[in-house]
């Protein structure tokens, strides 16, 4: 019978791993075989939500055979509203309970009972730890309280591993787009290599780039990545009426772009698979020129730091617009010189 000594024990081994050099890869594995060793189970696994498709993706399991991890998919958000009611989900017979699914394969995999808890990052949950065993268990409070124990520090290396990467592909992405902007003049290709560079290091569906025409009426397309050629086709963006407070030099995140107010074409949004919209000011100098948009196809809170970094880079941008426009003005100037000049010339 396992005490709440084991279950010390265990924890702090997994504990101690985290003030070591030990990959992500490796800690994740050390908590689904701690599970399996200190409460005495089949198999354990750590799953990721893929939010997009609504389905559990394994990063980290032991005891389990290919065949079952291939026979089927949870629904990701049913599952974790129902284990986030309870705080855990305890399942007695796995081979016949409602919430659960594919109980063929469960009962041909040999599992008996299961005890599911989430795994939660900043109050989200991102991912649920299971629990599985060979013969019926009623799992008890101290078990579901390791067990959560455990997602937590799973959920701690996944949350380190991501913002070493985050921080990585930031830098990444700035210096890239700084190099650009002092490489080229060429402000369509600086904007159409920043959206492309957006979208993959932020993970989201789309970006785009509209400045405003000359009448500030109308935001005009620049660059955009990931947009379909008949939404980019469906009509003129109003600067009043296209979430105009970001060209007043303010932010703006859309939570839901099919439901909310001061969104234009919210049919043709929810036709693109567009959700949530982070908007952004760019400016030359104090004056707002335009906007960068990301698009998210899944509901998404945008953090303070993700809103920062996207602001600076649509000021990269803005810079990288008036360094072209002062080269334009340049030449301008450099030709009505040479003009002057030669009617200077003629005189003699």
Not at 155 to 172: F, P, S, V, W, Y
Not at 267 to 275: C, D, F, R, Y
Request: charged share 30%.
């Amino acid at each position: 019978m396992t005490t709440k000594n084991d279950y010390f024990k265990a924890f702090c081994k997994v504990s101690k791993a985290f003030g070591t050099t030990i990959r992500e890869e490796e800690l994740l594995d050390l908590i689904v075989q701690s599970a399996i060793d200190t409460m005495k189970g089949k198999a354990a696994s750590l799953f990721l939500a893929d939010e997009e498709k609504d389905v559990f993706v394994p990063v980290a399991q032991k005891g389990l055979s290919e065949n079952y991890l291939h026979a089927g998919t949870e629904r990701a958000r049913k599952t974790v509203a129902d284990i986030l009611e309870g705080g855990y989900l305890s399942i007695l017979d796995a081979a016949t309970d409602p919430r659960v699914e594919n109980h063929e394969a469960k009962k041909a995999e040999g599992i008996a009972s299961i005890l599911v808890v989430p795994v939660m990052v900043r109050d989200k949950a991102i991912g649920i730890l299971s629990l599985y065993t060979d013969s019926t268990r009623d799992f008890s409070n101290d078990d579901a309280d390791f067990l959560t124990a455990l997602a937590e520090q799973g959920g701690m290396a996944i949350e380190h591993a991501r913002l070493i990467d985050q921080i990585k592909g930031n830098t990444k992405l700035f210096h890239d787009l700084s190099a650009s902007v002092n490489s080229t003049l060429d402000v369509k290709e600086i904007l159409h290599i920043m959206s492309v560079d957006i979208a993959h290091v932020f993970d989201i569906k789309a970006v785009s780039v509209r400045l405003l025409d000359e009448d500030k009426k109308i935001l005009k397309l620049v660059a955009s990545h990931g947009l379909s050629e008949k939404y980019l086709d469906k009509g003129p963006i109003s600067a009043e009426k296209s979430i105009a407070e970001a060209l007043k030099g303010n932010p703006v995140v859309i939570k839901d772009a099919t439901t909310e107010r001061g969104v234009q074409y919210k049919k043709e949004k929810k036709e693109e698979g567009i959700v949530s919209i982070l908007c952004v000011p760019i400016k030359a100098r104090e004056d707002v020129i335009g906007v960068l948009r990301l698009y998210s196809e899944v509901q998404r809170e945008f953090t303070d730091d993700e809103i920062m970094l996207v602001t600076a880079l649509a000021h990269q941008g803005g810079v990288a617009i008036q360094n072209a426009s002062m080269y334009l003005m340049l030449q301008d100037d450099m030709e009505a010189l040479k003009d002057e000049i030669w009617s200077h010339k003629s005189w003699f």
